[in-house]
């Protein structure tokens, strides 16, 4: 599988990010370690995880990051991989509070690296933010973490383009490195924020767009396949409500009657629009079953149709 490069950092990664929140959870730690070798074999690189996943399951912290660490350990292969993991979420029982300040970022990196068995993250990202923590004090600790070799580069993930732009001016004044990427929702389809549970998701919209296009700072997309939404309905399944509230739009009628028409594989449709613009953009996608995992991957097979994705992108609109 063809690597891109990931913004401004080193770092060649696949198109399409193996995503990992449900291992040890609806995913038995057997299956889990399976998927992470089969992912490999089929080409990719990019996994992402964080330290808060699988905390629902009540077997303890770091679920998914442990899961990744035994296979690690079992099969030798952390040169083979580009990591990314996420700290500074709220705990799972105050989610209301938030973690942001800087002993408590630290706090959680060194239990990831822990759990991980690394001695360096590729790519930390904070998982949410806390607007009442001055920008500087975050970057400074980020820092430190980079200088001390305990990652490599940092991004941040659900952030609102407001805090954004502040860390981007402190970055700056500083000359302090900043944020190379950011992790928000964002798909083909568009959503309908109001139909959304967790409303601290962030998603890309026309102005965030528009900075990243400026800036070039990496963007990593969860929800990638917006809960196969337009594959589903091409199948004729009857979606849930808490699919259709999110993703029933006048505007995702209209890009999936652009698909019917021009005899789109709506699963190819939707991984191609995430690789193509104007800076280094990646799917983050899980999977149930390894024929799940394998159409995806070879998605990334087909020649990219240029006509279809302008057809696309002529209906595509940041409803939030």
Same mark, same amino acid.
């Given at each position: 599988?063809?690597?891109?490069?990931?913004?401004?950092?080193?770092?060649?990664?696949?198109?399409?990010?193996?995503?990992?929140?449900?291992?040890?959870?609806?995913?038995?730690?057997?299956?889990?370690?399976?998927?992470?070798?089969?992912? /490999?074999?089929?080409?990719?690189?990019?996994?992402?995880?964080?330290?808060?996943?699988?905390?629902?399951?009540?077997?303890?912290?770091?679920? $998914?990051?442990?899961?990744?660490?035994?296979?690690?350990?079992?099969?030798?292969?952390?040169?083979?991989?580009?990591?990314?993991?996420?700290?500074?979420?709220?705990?799972?029982?105050?989610?209301?509070?938030?973690?942001?300040?800087?002993?408590?970022?630290?706090?959680?990196?060194?239990?990831?690296?822990? %759990?991980?068995?690394?001695?360096?993250?590729?790519?930390?990202?904070?998982?949410?933010?806390?607007?009442?923590?001055?920008?500087?004090?975050?970057?400074?600790?980020?820092?430190?973490?980079?200088?001390?070799?305990?990652?490599?580069?940092?991004?941040?993930?659900?952030?609102?383009?407001?805090?954004?732009?502040?860390?981007?001016?402190?970055?700056?004044?500083?000359?302090?490195?900043?944020?190379?990427?950011?992790?928000?929702?964002? $798909?083909?389809?568009? /959503? %309908?924020?109001?139909?959304?549970?967790?409303?601290?998701?962030?998603?890309?919209?026309?102005?965030?767009?528009?900075?990243?296009?400026?800036?070039?700072?990496?963007?990593?997309?969860?929800?990638?396949?917006?809960?196969?939404?337009?594959?589903?309905?091409?199948?004729?399944?009857?979606?849930?409500?808490?699919?259709?509230?999110?993703?029933?739009?006048?505007?995702?009628?209209?890009?999936?009657?652009?698909?019917?028409?021009?005899?789109?594989?709506?699963?190819?449709?939707?991984?191609?629009?995430?690789?193509?613009?104007?800076?280094?953009? /990646?799917?983050?996608? $899980?999977?149930?079953?390894?024929?799940?995992?394998?159409?995806?991957?070879?998605?990334?097979?087909?020649?990219?149709?240029?006509?279809?994705?302008?057809?696309?992108?002529?209906?595509?609109?940041?409803? /939030?």
């Amino acid at each position: 599988m063809q690597k891109i490069k990931l913004a401004t950092t080193e770092l060649m990664v696949s198109p399409l990010c193996l995503g990992t929140v449900n291992y040890g959870s609806d995913m038995s730690v057997k299956d889990s370690l399976h998927q992470l070798s089969h992912y /490999v074999q089929l080409g990719g690189n990019f996994i992402d995880t964080a330290r808060i996943y699988g905390i629902w399951a009540g077997k303890g912290e770091a679920l $998914s990051e442990r899961i990744i660490g035994q296979w690690i350990k079992e099969t030798g292969l952390r040169d083979k991989i580009v990591l990314a993991t996420k700290g500074a979420h709220p705990d799972w029982d105050q989610m209301d509070t938030m973690r942001v300040q800087p002993h408590m970022i630290t706090e959680d990196l060194d239990k990831s690296l822990k %759990h991980l068995c690394m001695d360096v993250i590729d790519l930390y990202f904070l998982h949410r933010d806390d607007p009442a923590v001055p920008v500087i004090d975050i970057l400074l600790e980020l820092e430190k973490a980079v200088k001390q070799g305990k990652i490599k580069h940092y991004g941040c993930s659900n952030w609102t383009l407001a805090r954004i732009l502040e860390a981007e001016r402190v970055a700056k004044e500083e000359g302090l490195t900043g944020f190379v990427c950011n992790q928000l929702m964002w $798909s083909l389809a568009d /959503v %309908h924020f109001d139909g959304l549970t967790d409303k601290t998701f962030v998603l890309m919209d026309d102005e965030m767009y528009a900075n990243h296009t400026r800036t070039g700072m990496g963007a990593m997309a969860y929800m990638s396949i917006a809960k196969g939404y337009f594959m589903r309905r091409a199948a004729g399944e009857n979606l849930p409500q808490s699919v259709r509230a999110v993703y029933d739009t006048a505007e995702n009628e209209r890009i999936y009657h652009t698909m019917t028409i021009n005899n789109a594989d709506p699963l190819t449709a939707s991984l191609t629009y995430l690789t193509n613009h104007p800076f280094a953009s /990646v799917a983050i996608a $899980s999977f149930d079953s390894d024929q799940q995992l394998e159409d995806a991957m070879g998605c990334y097979e087909n020649k990219y149709d240029a006509k279809l994705m302008d057809a696309l992108a002529k209906e595509k609109r940041f409803i /939030v």
